[in-house]
């Protein structure tokens, strides 16, 4: 399955989708919608344009998550921001476990109930690679057409099989216009998570020309994070990014 998804909005004062077409087409997702707004307002970025992609993971661990609704969930507050920062009200989804177990959408017009089914559907569950996900974005990215950043949520519950590949295509793509916020769903004081902090860490400019990823620990339970908390966590390095991107020439200023 492809992904026929291009980008070419340009920044303009207010959300990208309006709240009449919200209101709309997805009357469940008004209340994210606006906490991502205000979130945005807070962060500065009022008229940020941007791609929006999610990549979740399929690991045999991650089962439980799309049982109980909280990949579901991510889904639906991934949608709220995008509508905020791209007009297309369609959010492309990466599936990884040991290799790129499948692609697909959620928009405006159909996201209900849909990504524990879509995980059904791709089959065997298996291990963590980052890197094989990364690299779907970057690919798809790159060849979209697009104008705008790319803000990629990534959902994991675990370090990588391969932490030597995952952190040598993070520190390659800090040369593209892609910010990458990692997510992690368990334990937040576990060290499944050591990674991704390292990852969030990296050495400007010793490994990378740009610090192109953060990390936000969403415990235990991520479902029962509200809206207005994920979207302020979501916001906290991309504001220091785009203006890093803008000074390195990696984005054109505004």
Known sequence: MTIDYVKHTVNSPGPAVSPERISASAPGLVSLYKAARVS?????LPGQRAAVYLVLDRSGSMRPYYKDGSVQQLA????????????DGTVPVVFFSTDVDGLAEVSLDSYENRLAALSDSFGHMGRTNYHVAMQ????????????????????????????TAAEHVLC???????????????????????????????????????????????????????????????????????????????????
Do not use: C
């Not at 945005?40 to 500065?44: D, H, N, P, T």
């Not at 779907?136 to 391969?162: E, K, L, M, N, W």
């Not at 990674?195 to 990823?213: C, E, G």
């Open 40 to 44: 945005l307002e807070k962060a500065g």
């Open 76 to 87: 639906e507050q991934a949608l709220g921001l995008s509508a905020n920062l791209d007009d």
């Open 136 to 163: 779907t974005v970057i690919d798809h990215y790159t060849t979209s057409g697009a104008t705008d950043p790319a803000f990629v949520i990534f959902q994991t519950d675990g370090g990588p099989s391969s932490r």
């Open 172 to 254: 390659t793509a800090a040369r593209l216009p892609v910010f990458w916020q990692f997510v992690g769903f368990g334990d937040p004081d576990s060290k499944q998570f050591d990674f991704l902090r390292k990852l969030d860490d990296l050495p400007v400019p010793a490994k990378r020309v740009v610090d192109n990823a953060g990390f936000f620990p969403a415990g235990r339970e991520p479902r029962a994070i509200p809206g207005d908390v994920l979207y302020a966590a979501l916001m906290r390095e991309f504001p220091d990014w785009l203006r890093a991107a803008q000074q390195a020439g990696i984005l054109a200023s505004p």
